[in-house]
């Protein structure tokens, strides 16, 4: 019968008791819109509106300062690299994580949530103390010409770091529903474990995977707390586009930190809508 | 079910395979996570004990704890009040527009922080929408307490909502209809029904908001202004610290702020655990 | 209006407990309840039974509050209720899947409805204490719903809305998710309590049996409209629609053209369709029990065939019995009563308590036509 039973947000009655919560319904609908419109919506068409204000100027100026190519390029290539190692180890990582039993499993499963907790900016920290000069595991790596903290792959770490956990956490819930009788019959068939994992539990896993992906690609784009501190900030070095819209902002240069801000927001912006079109929409589900 | 489960993991190509992609999956972590945590122990324990007490007596660095303290509570309150709100008219109301309200809550995911902090700049700062406003009326935003507190919020408005809103789904209608049948005005359905049901996925929002909000640098880099002894949070110490070369007040400061973080998490985790095993 | 019922009401001598009027509800353009009426009698339980999407389910959540109509009135022992909300209503409501609080225990669970409409601690204690003797979990009362039984959970959850002493009791699908052993014992304590209890009961199923052996009196529905109102004596031998024929029951459905008042199925007949115009369509159900299967034709009716298949249900054997136009009966007969039948026999079968009706579908594109 639960066909019949529609939520319960809908009445037509006018009595004074269903007008008073016809008016609590409202107010509730009224509260959460001007929280979202007034604290999201709002302060976004600022930069929105800013950074084009004067068209692509104030971003071609931006892009003129030293660097700025640079910065936007690296960026995207470290969060690429980033997005297609999480692709693969956070799949391996679910897969482990849902199909195997094994003693540690449980320390496993946190371990992979901690970035979620540890602040941003700690993590930038924490790579420092492990690779910096000062410690002996990057003073070694420093004598065998590896150049992690204040080097390209001091950033790539860190985003590594920083978007563990997105890619295991969209396809785990995914993995753990998938009907484990699609595998048996697969096997019972005859198709080798490679080959049903290719072949069954692999295209199963796509839409996640790729919602992952582009989720850690999009917050990969926007990472500064653990970079401003390993990268040490090098222009046509190190330096990130967050970084530069930092840079940029504290030169009180907010028209061309609104133009790159805008364009990088539409980056990870049109991400994050591809990756809803993916998962489906959350509200939407039953 | 988990017992099949269990049986497919094992069978076929056998345990050669399982084992080598249980050490690749432990390998990756524990070099990618665990040994940076481990890096900071270890530099932090390198420093002594005199580092403890010689960082932790700067007024500064308690200054900077209390405002971080500050900013968390108050940010986590709002965004916990008005996320369970929010949540519950995306799942309870159907309305037109609720598509909208629904994309607009995870914006915030898909923003740098770098970028939450000029849009308070641009609303508040000089030449902002707003700046007049404030201005004449003699409130400080930018460079203060409250634009702070405002980008502290924006980033922790996805946490408890993502949090509750699957969990409302999963529960379902039933029991709150039940309630009302019996009696229970919505209020005391909300209360006594819907707030018991959800209260682990919403302590986990908290918690992962509370660690979002202990954490931020970027945005309140850019709108603090990081005055020392005023505007500046324990992140914002530690930033400091870093480029005045005091690494190993740096080290102790970001340690006790992932172990808070961790604690949080972990004890959260836990009682919930323990809960459902009951 | 008013007056109109109130003149009925007194004819009648007295107050139905439940009254339902032109009850109306659409969601979007369908409509899953379409003019229901009907009325239920006080310290009896009334059946709505109907396949699923029959909007029986939907009546249940209108009288409750739950939802609300669009058009239609509804009274409760006399009270016009519709502009009342669902607190106020005062009703039981059982649910399909329970509903239980699952963070609460059986004690908790059944005292909630004392507990928000403000009793006192001692009168909760004793009416918990006195109900949970009732649906007899004594010694279970700290448990959480997830550690009873389906059976368990849903006494626990007809006590809880029992508690606050409803006026009328709405029981929707009760014991849809019970598996049949479970269901068969509950009826049988259900219908015991409500024996003991005697409150004005509404419940709604899909599951004939279940209408049948618990109503006083059922209301047959199918898609959002009543097909019939009666005892289930009334809906079992005297159906009204073909839907309520097929759907009471097991029927077999006989096609045939209607001539000179008889239906006419390749070179046979049978009787009883005097209402329909002849050359029109017509079905005739007739259930298996009731079809005599004998070596030597009875009379007009009955209709030579030869036996298919026997299956021997132990008491009963089902026999398959092809027609001459190819059609197929299904014939139980008692096992004492086969006199040595077998498969292949020629044989005689009598049809003549078949109800004859117009087909299902051409009585609607008959009222798509008016409309």
């Known amino acids: ?286 | 079910m988990s017992a099949r489960v269990e049986a497919i993991g094992q069978r076929g190509t056998g345990r050669l395979v399982r084992t080598l992609l249980i050490v690749a999956a432990v390998a990756y972590v524990a070099i990618l996570v665990l040994a940076p945590l481990g890096g900071i122990v270890w530099a932090t324990a390198r420093a002594g004990w005199s580092n403890v007490t010689s960082t932790l007596s700067q007024p500064d660095v308690r200054h900077s704890y209390w405002l971080t303290g500050v900013i968390t509570v108050i940010s986590v309150l709002f965004t916990t009040l008005f996320g369970v709100l929010t949540a519950w008219v995306l799942t309870r109301h159907h309305f037109r527009g609720r598509g909208l309200l629904n994309a607009l809550v995870d914006l915030p995911m898909a923003v740098s922080p770098v970028i939450v902090g000029l849009m308070c700049v641009l609303l508040f700062g000089r030449g902002g929408w707003f700046e007049a406003f404030f201005a004449s009326r003699g409130i400080q935003v930018i460079f203060a307490l409250p634009a702070m507190i405002l980008v502290t919020i924006f980033i922790c408005i996805p946490f408890v909502i993502r949090e509750v809103v699957p969990v409302l789904h999963e529960i379902g209608v039933d029991e709150e209809e039940a309630a009302k049948t019996l009696g229970a005005s919505s209020l005391q359905t909300f209360v006594r029904v819907t707030l018991p049901s959800i209260r682990w996925g919403l302590l986990y929002g908290i918690a992962l908001s509370t660690a979002r909000a202990l954490g931020e640098i970027g945005a309140v880099l850019i709108v603090s202004g990081a005055i020392q002894g005023q505007t500046e949070t324990a992140t914002l110490y530690i930033f400091r610290a870093f480029e005045e070369r005091q690494e190993p007040s740096a080290y102790l400061v970001a340690l006790s702020l992932a172990a808070i973080s961790i604690c949080l998490l972990v004890t959260i985790e836990t009682l919930k655990k323990r809960k459902a095993r009951r | 209006m008013i007056q109109e019922s109130d003149a009925r009401l007194i004819e009648a001598g007295k107050t139905p407990a439940v009254r339902v009027e032109h009850l109306t509800k659409h969601f979007g353009s369908f409509a899953a309840v379409d003019d229901v009426s009907f009325e239920a009698q006080e310290g009896k339980i009334t059946a709505l039974l109907g396949p699923s999407g029959s909007g029986k389910s939907t009546v249940l959540r209108i009288l409750s509050g739950l939802e609300h109509s669009d058009s239609g009135r509804i009274w409760i022992m006399g009270e016009q209720l519709d502009n009342r909300s669902v607190q106020e209503r005062h009703l039981g409501f059982v649910f399909q899947h329970y509903a239980l609080f699952r963070h609460m225990t059986v004690r908790q669970n059944i005292a909630f409805g004392l507990v928000v409409r403000k009793e006192s601690k001692a009168d909760q204690t004793r009416r918990v204490d006195e109900l949970i003797g009732l649906i007899q979990l004594k010694g279970l009362e700290d448990r959480y719903p997830d550690q009873l039984s389906g059976g368990q959970r849903q006494r626990v959850a007809l006590a809880r809305a029992l508690a606050p002493r409803p006026k009328l009791l709405l029981l929707d699908e009760p014991f849809g998710a019970l598996d049949a052993r479970v269901r068969q014992e509950l009826r049988k304590w259900l219908d015991q309590l409500h024996r003991e209890l005697g409150i004005t009961s509404l419940l709604v199923t899909h599951d004939q049996e279940e209408a049948l052996e618990l109503a006083h009196e059922v209301i047959v529905m199918n898609q959002g409209k009543v097909e019939q109102i009666g005892t289930s004596t009334e809906v079992y031998n005297d159906p009204r629609t073909p839907f309520v024929a097929g759907f009471v029951g097991a029927a077999n459905v006989i096609r045939g053209v209607a001539i000179n008042g008889r239906v006419q199925f390749g070179e046979q007949f049978l009787g009883g369709a005097q209402h329909l115009e002849d050359g029109s369509a017509a079905h005739a159900y007739v259930r298996p029990h009731d079809v005599w299967v004998g070596r030597e034709s009875r009379n007009g009716s009955s209709s030579p065939g030869r036996i298919e298949r026997m299956s021997d249900l132990g008491w009963v054997t089902k026999l398959q019995v092809r027609l001459p136009d190819n059609q197929l009966v299904i014939a139980d007969v008692p096992n004492d009563k086969l006199f040595g039948l077998q498969t292949d026999d020629p044989v005689f079968v009598d049809l003549r308590k078949a109800k004859v009706f117009e087909p299902p579908g051409a009585a609607r594109s008959d009222e798509l036509s008016v409309a």
């Not at chain 1, 319960?8 to 509730?28: A, V």
């Not at chain 1, 950074?51 to 100026?61: K, M, P, T, V, Y």
């Not at chain 1, 990057?138 to 590594?160: K, Q, T």
């Not at chain 1, 019972?188 to 992952?212: D, E, N, Y």
Request: hydrophobic letters at 55%.
């Open chain 1, 1 to 286: 019968m639960s066909s019949e039973v529609l939520p319960i947000g809908r009445t037509r009655t006018l009595s004074p008791r269903g007008l008073r919560s016809g008016l609590g319904r409202l107010g509730l609908r009224a509260g959460a819109l001007v929280y979202l419109g007034g604290m999201i919506a709002l302060p976004l068409s600022a930069v929105i509106t800013k950074g084009f204000a004067h068209g692509l100027d104030s971003f071609r100026s931006a892009m003129a300062a030293p660097g700025a190519v640079s910065a936007i390029r690296l960026t995207i290539i470290t969060a690429l690299v980033a997005a297609v190692v999480n692709a693969v180890f956070g799949t391996l990582l679910s897969y482990v994580l849902v199909r195997y039993r094994f003693p540690g499993r449980g320390i496993l499963s946190a371990v992979v949530d901690l970035p979620f907790a540890i602040p941003t900016l700690v993590t930038g920290v924490m790579l420092v103390a492990l690779y910096g000069p000062a410690s002996p595991i990057g003073g070694w790596f420093e004598s065998h010409g590896i150049h992690i903290v204040f080097a390209p792959l001091g950033v790539l770490l860190a985003l590594l770091f920083v978007t563990l956990p997105f890619v295991v956490r969209t396809v785990q819930p995914v993995l753990s529903e998938l009907d484990v009788a699609q595998e048996e019959a697969a096997e019972v068939l005859g198709a080798s474990r490679l080959r049903t994992f290719f072949q069954v539990v692999l295209p199963a896993l796509r839409p996640a995977i790729a919602a992952g992906t582009l989720l850690s690609f999009a917050r990969a784009l926007g990472e500064f707390g653990s970079i401003v501190i390993v990268s040490g900030n090098i222009t046509n070095h190190t330096l990130t586009a967050p970084v530069f819209i930092f840079q940029l902002a504290s030169q009180f240069r907010s028209d061309e930190a609104a133009a790159v801000s805008a364009v990088l927001f539409a980056m990870s912006f049109a991400l994050v809508l591809i990756t809803y079109r993916l998962a489906g929409n959350r509200g939407e589900r039953p």
